[in-house]
């Protein structure tokens, strides 16, 4: 009998530079059947994007979409945060769509993402933060470490641009710091 999975919810936030390594990881969660992942990636906000359609091809995995207001979040799907839309969770379990002022320059903004998958999800959580060359995502993620979420950061070396990651270290001491190794080695044991 298989056991039941210990997060409820995966999210990864990334920014500048975090693009190959989000690829790697969708890559490593190929056969996850059971957990939804979230992404939340910065975007330049006037800018036609596909960046869903280029992740669905680059990673090889279930189709990657950008979620509706009010749709139900379901298991083992990926989900794109939309852009120029802060993405939240709703106790329900479904997505909620917010055009509130961007946080760190940044809609969607991962704060705002990781701290509303908290505020659903509790400990049940699994964050992970890649590069970026602003602070978006550290308060988040100190925010889900605080409430017993298990929270992942790429180690600034191995960074692109380490500002991000950096920031959250900074801020918050019990968070694992990875390579993208060890990352795609972690999500595959999960």
């Known amino acids: 009998m298989m056991s039941s999975p210990k997060y409820d919810m995966i999210v990864i936030g990334g920014s500048a530079g975090s693009i190959p390594v989000c690829i790697s990881l969708l890559k490593a969660l190929t056969h996850n059947q059971h957990i939804p992942v979230v992404l939340i990636i910065h975007r330049m906000r006037n800018v036609v994007s596909q960046l869903d359609k280029l992740l669905t091809r680059e990673a090889g995995s279930v189709k990657i979409t950008e979620p509706e207001d009010k749709q139900a979040i379901t298991k083992g799907k990926i989900y794109l945060a939309p852009q120029n839309y802060h993405l939240l969770f709703e106790e329900d379990h479904s997505f909620s769509l917010d055009y509130s002022d961007p ?13 509303s998958a908290g505020r659903a999800y509790g400990n049940r959580v699994l964050a992970i933060l890649l590069s970026g060359a602003n602070a978006d995502g550290a308060e988040g993620l100190s925010y889900l470490s605080d ?3 298990d929270c992942i950061v790429q180690d600034p070396n191995s960074a692109q641009y380490p500002t ?8 918050e001491k019990n968070i694992r710091i990875m390579t993208e190794a060890e990352m795609i080695t972690f999500l595959q044991e999960l």
Do not use: K, Q, T
């Open 147 to 149: 409430i017993g979420a």
């Open 103 to 115: 946080v760190h320059y940044s809609r969607p903004s991962i704060d705002v993402s990781f701290e």
């Open 164 to 171: 991000m990651p950096s920031s959250a270290i900074a801020l």
